[in-house]
C-alpha cells in the first residue's frame, strides 16, 4: 500500500522561480519527514527534514511546510536553479528506523 | 564522511541465476537497508537490518533474501532471478534511532 503520496511526477520550473512538491501520509505514528535528493547516477541524499512540533522548516533556499491536521507535508525551493535539477522523495518514519519514501518528483529547471 | 558503496554499478545476470549484491558500510552504523528503485514507484524497501544476523521484511521481499554475517556488510541475494526484477537497487545505512540514512550509489540490474 502507499502510505506516501507525492506529486507532481515532474515539474519543470524556469530559473528564479519557486518549485514546490506535495506529500501526503496516512499514518498518524510517522513522526519525521524527509525529503532526499538524487541526482542522476547517484543515490539519494538527505536535503531537509522536520519533526511535527513545527510547521516550518528553512535551510537556505529550502523550505519545509508541515500541515499536522491535514497529514500533508511540502518542499518549496525559492529561487530555483538549473543546479537544483534534480529528482525528489519524500518519505516518512514512525518511532523506527525505516524510511517509507513517496514516488519521486523530478525536476527540471530550465534557463 | 559516511561511505556506503554497493560493489557493481551495472549488472546483467540471466534468468534463473542466484545473484548476489553486496553492500559494505564504513561507518558503524546498525541499521543497513536495501531499496529497490523503478520510474512511478519511487523506492521500496525490500528487507532491512538492524543488528548482525537479524533481519526483517521490508514492503516488497518476496524472491529476495538478505545475509548480513558482519556488521559492515549486508548481501542481497536473488534466488532465481526473474526479468520481473530488473531494477536500480539501492543500499542504505543509518545508526540505530537516528532517522537519517545514506545510500550506496545504486546497482542497476538487468535480468535478460
Known amino acids: 500500500q502507499q502510505q506516501v503520496k507525492q506529486s507532481p511526477q515532474s515539474l519543470i520550473v524556469q530559473k528564479g522561480g519557486i518549485s514546490i512538491i506535495n506529500c501526503a501520509y496516512e499514518?498518524?505514528?510517522?513522526?519525521?519527514f524527509p525529503w532526499y535528493q538524487q541526482f542522476p547516477g547517484k543515490g539519494p541524499a538527505l536535503l531537509i527534514a522536520?519533526?511535527?512540533?513545527?510547521s516550518e522548516k528553512k535551510e537556505g533556499r529550502f523550505t519545509i511546510s508541515f500541515n499536522k491536521s491535514a497529514k500533508q507535508f511540502s518542499l518549496h525551493i525559492m529561487d530555483s536553479q538549473p543546479g537544483d535539477s534534480a529528482t525528489y522523495f519524500c518519505?516518512?518514519?514512525?518511532?523506527?528506523?525505516?524510511?517509507?519514501f513517496g514516488t519521486g518528483t523530478q525536476l527540471k529547471v530550465e534557463l | 564522511d559516511v561511505k556506503v558503496t554497493q560493489s557493481s554499478r551495472y549488472l546483467v545476470k540471466r534468468t534463473g541465476e542466484k545473484v548476489f549484491l553486496e553492500c559494505v558500510q564504513d561507518?558503524?552504523?546498525?541499521?543497513m537497508f536495501w531499496y529497490r528503485q523503478d520510474p512511478g514507484l519511487g523506492l521500496r524497501l525490500i528487507y532491512f537490518?538492524?543488528?548482525?544476523?537479524?533481519?526483517e521484511k521490508g514492503d516488497i521481499p518476496e524472491g529476495y533474501s538478505v545475509s548480513r554475517e558482519k556488521k559492515e556488510r549486508f548481501s542481497l541475494i536473488l534466488e532465481s532471478a526473474s526479468t520481473n526484477q530488473t531494477s536500480m537497487y539501492l543500499c542504505?545505512?543509518?545508526?540505530?534511532?537516528?532517522?537519517?540514512?545514506?545510500f550506496g550509489q545504486g546497482t542497476r540490474l538487468t535480468v535478460v
Open positions: 561507518m558503524d552504523h546498525e541499521n
Open positions: 518519505a516518512t518514519t514512525g518511532g523506527g528506523n525505516k524510511l517509507t
Open positions: 522536520i519533526r511535527p512540533d513545527v
Open positions: 499514518n498518524t505514528a510517522f513522526d519525521y
Open positions: 537490518s538492524y543488528d548482525v544476523k537479524m533481519k
Open positions: 542504505a545505512s543509518s545508526v540505530l534511532g537516528v532517522t537519517e540514512a545514506f
